[in-house]
């Protein structure tokens, strides 16, 4: 069983950065894949990044490659989600996500994949 607990979201204008922690509860952080996903108002939640159990492999939706980076700590049962050069389209609440596997693959890009989820936490980004 594992807990997750997103923090870090806020008010930003559009061009800043911001940077989102995920911290996890449980003895076996390092044996789960870790993503984040958003969701905006109306919209269906969908993929951001994911980073695989090791922190070896890391996958990024092409609305963010290049602006944001993920990144883990597993001895501290941390995941990072920095975010640049932000966009009023990033607007949205930003969850954490994590799945019991050491695997890599494009199966960690599925919202179905994920067993435990965190509450989210805002991001708003203004003109």
């Known amino acids: 069983q594992v807990q997750l607990v997103e923090s870090g979201g806020g008010l930003v204008q559009a061009g800043g950065s911001l940077r989102l922690s995920c911290v996890a509860s449980?003895?076996?952080?390092?044996?789960?894949?870790m993503a984040w996903f958003r969701q905006a108002p109306g919209k269906e939640r969908e993929f951001v990044t994911a980073?695989?159990?090791?922190?070896?492999?890391?996958y990024y939706a092409d609305s963010v490659k290049g602006r944001f980076t993920i990144s883990r700590d597993n001895a501290k049962k941390l995941v990072y989600l920095q975010m640049n050069s932000l966009k009023p389209e990033d607007t949205a609440v930003y969850y954490c996500?994590?799945?019991?596997?050491?695997?890599?693959?494009?199966?960690?890009?599925?919202?179905?994949?994920?067993?435990?989820w965190g509450p989210g936490t805002q991001v708003t980004v203004s003109t």
């Open positions: 980073i695989t159990a090791s922190g070896g492999t890391t």
């Open positions: 449980g003895r076996t952080f390092s044996m789960y894949a």
């Open positions: 996500a994590a799945r019991p596997t050491v695997l890599a693959g494009p199966m960690l890009r599925d919202i179905g994949n994920y067993n435990y």
